[in-house]
């Protein structure tokens, strides 16, 4: 698989090239801006060795896709460099909790505390859609792409932790919510906003080789993650900080791990 070490890059949105004309006006954060714990993760993400895909790995149409976006996609700074513009544009858009289906008319049912957060479009395209964003993460390795998916949810949870300052719910104490958000099986991801819901099976921006020939034996779910999988959309342009379920006996045990990376890694989506 053809890719390039990002570890020692130091590329950043205000670069010469692609990246220069698509930075909007974002800045990357310094490190001496940053609380003791973001320098903590900092440091973390900097001894990974993220990588950024080359151009035959990750393929994106030409004909689907302009092409200063396109290269922007395919020159991007590297992971670390992504996360941190992506943390610094973020902004609560709300905080709301999820009852758990089919456990209705429990005493206690199942919920759990989710964030969303408004970020922008350009770091979020980054992020999802890049040869250094976190589903090429995933596609280069599963273990990679748990390390990927790990430091963008701890990247958050200060931030949505601090969401529930000021929140109140009928459905759910905030001492729940806070254990739902701290707990590991907790998850950042994108909002699967009408995007989802209008995927189209024939468009194809996302080219990846490995997950059009997983087809040929996928299963209807899997077809599903697929289509998805092969689309790089950029709004609604918001994450979201999905937290563990909370049940009476304390948090409920997520999916392994390996999960959503190696959902990702074979599929394209999660």
């Not at 030409?62 to 991007?76: E, H, K």
């Not at 964003?133 to 949870?157: P, T």
């Not at 919510?177 to 991801?189: I, N, P, R, V, Y």
């Not at 819901?197 to 697929?226: D, F, G, M």
């Amino acid at each position: 698989m053809g890719w390039i070490s990002t570890k020692s890059k130091s590329r950043a949105l205000s670069t010469d090239g692609p990246a220069q004309s698509m930075a909007m006006g974002l800045a990357i954060l310094p490190t001496s801006a940053l609380d003791p714990s973001c320098r903590a993760q900092e440091a973390t993400m900097n001894q990974c060795n993220f990588v950024c895909l080359t151009a035959d790995v990750w393929v994106i149409d030409a004909r689907l896709v302009r092409s200063d976006r396109r290269g922007l996609l395919l020159q991007p700074p590297p992971f670390p460099e992504i996360l941190r513009v992506l943390i610094g544009s973020a902004k609560v858009h709300n905080v709301r909790t999820e009852a758990r289906q089919g456990h209705a008319g429990q005493t206690h049912q199942p919920r759990r505390a989710v964030v969303r957060f408004d970020v922008s479009s350009c770091s979020l395209d980054l992020f999802f859609n890049s040869a250094a964003g976190v589903r090429a993460q995933c596609l280069h390795s599963v273990e990679l792409g748990m390390q990927a998916l790990d430091l963008a949810r701890d990247g958050f949870r200060e931030r949505a932790l601090d969401a529930l300052c000021n929140w109140s719910s009928s459905h759910m104490q905030a001492m729940e919510a806070c254990a739902s958000l701290t707990d590991s099986a907790a998850k950042l991801w994108v909002r699967q906003g009408q995007w989802v819901r209008t995927a189209k099976v024939n468009e194809r921006p996302l080219c990846i080789a490995k997950w059009q020939a997983a087809l040929q034996h996928a299963s209807l779910k899997q077809r599903r993650l697929i289509r998805y999988g092969s689309k790089i959309p950029t709004l609604p342009a918001q994450l979201e900080y999905i937290g563990a379920w909370v049940g009476a006996g304390g948090t409920t045990p997520g999916k392994p791990p390996e999960c959503r990376s190696l959902q990702i890694h074979r599929f394209g989506f999660t």
